[in-house]
């Protein structure tokens, strides 16, 4: 008894070594068992019961507390763990089960009704004989469940069939837990037949997919496994089950079009998910036929049923994404007795073990993106563009063959007046989110350019969570299908039209802003091409500015330019680029800083409302605000400059420093390209061409020779140099200078003489 206890012991506590080195997950789930039940006494486990059912789980820590095992309800019971057995008047299971041979140990562990077949079959001898057996046996409950004509032909012909299928059940050797690695196969006792044996993550082991529900119960020859139901001879391959399956005709012709079939006859652990015929009827003809016609679809669509891993659904007690050979993942579930593939409920017939894996039978076609068009790709929050894509004629556009990108606005985005739109306008609305390419998510940089359908160049911006293109920016749902990407975006893009100052220009409500703008000369910074994001406060953040006000602002042009240019950043911010509740610090042309953030959906502006936000121009973005911003770090030094900024701006307090002034801000600041090349022309002249004729100069007759010369320059080298001028300061402006006094080439001009003989040479210079 010592040494048995001894025994017991190590199962449930090795070295992390031995641990390390073996495939024990039950054993573990086992530990966990006893622990959350330490309250109950010694040696009692926790298990898990589905409700209305006899199913019972040594469970994972993710069902336990989710108090559910395939989304059904779970109690909670507590057992003498296996090995160990109550006394009366006792707590907990302090006593150890009783050692016996293989035989005897069916009965401790209520598996009678086996106990009782290998007793009429002639097999109880061999149990309480010599020899160390590992037996699989199943539960009373397992006989039952057993098909009846099955169970019949056992029982009548007890001494071969019955004898037989028992013998199945068993190994001639002892297999603990701990040695029933994943993957492994086992020769049962039975004309060495396959037993495969699977060891799951979550501590469910199962062979030939019967679950294991009581384990590791020692006998004096062996040891015993209470499994959960009876075990059938193991068939050929997957391919023989397809090749001779009625029902399963049209996945057989799919898989021979495809060259899938050989490899389902090749060693290894599959998973397929075997449509029947009906399912692939309920198919649209027209989507079945142009997959089954083109190889590389027809390929990914057969691959997509198929795990490289081995399934069982007894070992599903929740949802896991599973790889299949497409290259993409399926859900792969459980809803009570039922197994669902993405969520779905589809799964007819489960668990036919092959010697390479094992089939379910489905009754619907997993259709993955990579078989599909892109106008396809589109789910449930994106039919309002695919169904308006279909009603304008641009869907019918997109050839089979060709490549596209769609960058798709959720169902929300569209509102009632966009839906109402003239069909022409919609048109060219819906032609914007169309690209002639295919550009994948990862392809996608800070800076690129996208030409639409429609001619738009749109802009890519790359934050550091999120893509956006133009004013709209990703969320999670980026596909890839047979001739195409699809990107989902929450809002419909809106390409530039207009720079920055034609925007102002075109608005009223920023009218005094512009004045301003126009008044400290920075009229050509948001003209000129450029990267910027602007905040742009409202006339209503002028309203107590009066006319003196803003002369006395206009004649201190270094204070404007300073309150100005903290309205300007460098580079293009979306306000829906931002990641959600956190703080982002943008350094402004003036120096300062700007403090950002978006708290449902809405910009904070120094903590201040953006009141619109992402409007896009072709030099930058804008965002508007109905406060004017102010620096809260720089001092004023002027009475009366102090005292028109409280008027406009009341959220902060304005420090008062007497006598400090507004740094100077040269307008250096935005980027000047020079295009600097070290490589020489090539000049090849022509004969001169000397032309004389009379000319009348002054009333009187001169005659006039023109000599004509004819230059070809060649630019060869592809070795050119790029200067950029991007900061303000004398040092650049001197540079800037040399480069432009370096710059001229030139040209010479046809030479004429008159008649005295003077020769007469114009030379003008030409920049790059």
Known sequence: MKIFFLFTFSTFFWSPFEQAAASVHYDKILTHSRIRARDQGQNVCALQQVMGTKKKYFSTCRNWYQGA??????????????????MDGMRGCPAVAPIDHVYGTLGIVGATSTQQYSDISKLREELEGRGSFTFFAPSSEAWEQLDSEIHRNLIDNVNIELYNALHHHMVNKRMLTKDLKNGMTLVSMYNDQKLLINHYPNGVVTVNCARVIYGNQIATNGVVHVIDRVLTAVGNTIQDFIEVEDDLSSLRAAAITSDVLDILGKPGHYTLFAPTNEAFERLPRGLLERIMGDKVASEALVKFHILNTLQCSEAITGGAAYETLEGNTVEVGCDGESLTVNGVKMVKRKDIVTSNGVIHLI????????????????????TTFTDLMIQLGLASSLRPEGQYTLLVPLNGAFSDDTLRMDQRRLKTILQNHIINVKVGLNELYNGQELETIGGKLLRVFLYRTAVCIENSCMVRGSKEGRNGFIHILRQIINPAEKTLHEMLRNDKRFSVFLSLVKAADLDDVLSQPGKWTLFVP???AFKSLTDDDKDILIRDKNAL????????TQGVFIGSGF???????????????????TVNDTLLVNELKSRESD????????????????????????????????????????????????????????KINIIESNVQPIIRKEEPIIKTYTKIIDGRPVEVTEKKVTEERIIQGPEIKYTRITAGGSDNEEKLKKLLEDAPVRKEQPTRRTQGGTARRRTRLAYP
């Open 69 to 86: 095992i395939c989304g059904k309800k779970a109690t909670v019971l507590y057992e003498c763990c296996p090995g160990y057995m109550k």
């Open 363 to 382: 009754d619907e076609v997993l259709i993955p993106d990579s078989a599909k068009q892109v106008i396809e790709l589109g789910g449930a929050q994106q």
């Open 538 to 540: 409202t006339n209503d």
């Open 561 to 568: 330019r300073n309150i100005l240019l903290y309205h300007l």
């Open 579 to 597: 990641e959600p509740g956190v703080t982002n610090i943008l350094k402004t042309i003036q120096g300062g800083k700007l403090y950002l953030k």
């Open 615 to 670: 409007l896009m121009a072709t030099n930058g973005v804008i965002h508007v605000i109905d406060k004017l911003l102010y620096p809260a770090d720089l001092p004023v030094g002027n009475d009366q400059l102090l005292t028109i900024l409280k008027k406009l701006i009341k959220y902060i307090q304005i420090k008062f420093v007497r006598g400090s002034a507004f740094k100077e801000i040269p307008l250096t600041f935005y």
